[in-house]
C-alpha cells in the first residue's frame, strides 16, 4: 500500500494511518501545485498520498457520524514544519573525506591532498571498502568511499587537475 509522500514521513495505511490522494485534474490543477508547493516537491505521480498527520484539526469536517476523517473541500497540508526542518538538517550534515592523489614521475613527485564532503547517509568508512587504484599515467588514487555520486563527481574533477598539472609540469 502506499505511503506519505512527504519526505521523512513514513506513515502507511498498514500502520492505521489516513492517508489522502493529492488534487488531481484540470479543475484542480491550481490546488494541486499549492500542495505540492507546501510540501517542497517539484511533481508527483497522480497516485501520491499525504496522510493525515500533516493536516491540521481545522482541516477536517467535523461531527461526522461515522467518525471517520474526510478533508475539507479546500484543505491544505499545513503541519509540514517538523519533517521539513529534519529533512534539511539531514542533507546539511555532511561527512569530511580525504583523497590522496599521488602524481608522480621518475624525478619529481607531486602530492596532492584534497578533502571533499558527501552526506554522511552516503558514506562508507569502512577499510574494506577503501581502494587503491593506478592508472596508466602513474597516478595513485586512494579513496575511502568511492561509490558515493559526489566522491564521482570529486574524483572526475581531481582527475581534470592531475592532467592540468601533466600539462603544466611537460612546460
Request: some cysteine.
Amino acid at each position: 500500500m502506499p505511503g506519505c509522500c512527504v519526505d521523512l514521513c513514513k506513515n502507511r495505511t498498514e500502520k492505521g494511518a489516513r492517508l489522502f490522494r493529492l488534487p488531481t485534474g484540470k479543475r484542480n490543477s491550481e490546488r494541486r501545485l499549492e500542495w505540492l508547493r507546501l510540501i517542497e516537491k517539484n511533481t508527483l505521480p497522480e497516485r501520491a498520498v499525504i496522510c493525515e498527520a500533516h493536516f491540521g484539526e481545522d482541516q477536517f469536517e467535523n461531527k461526522r457520524e461515522d467518525e471517520r476523517k474526510l478533508l475539507r473541500p479546500f484543505a491544505k497540508p499545513n503541519l509540514l514544519e517538523k519533517h521539513t526542518i529534519e529533512a534539511k538538517n539531514q542533507l546539511t550534515e555532511k561527512v569530511s573525506r580525504s583523497v590522496e592523489i599521488e602524481i608522480y614521475d621518475k624525478q619529481n613527485p607531486i602530492n596532492i591532498n584534497c578533502t571533499s564532503l558527501c552526506n554522511d547517509s552516503n558514506s562508507h568508512t569502512n577499510e574494506d571498502n577503501s581502494n587503491n587504484m593506478t592508472n596508466n599515467i602513474g597516478t595513485n588514487v586512494v579513496d575511502e568511499s568511492q561509490n558515493t555520486p559526489l566522491i564521482k563527481k570529486k574524483d572526475k574533477d581531481i582527475r581534470k587537475l592531475k592532467k592540468a598539472l601533466q600539462k603544466k609540469k611537460r612546460m
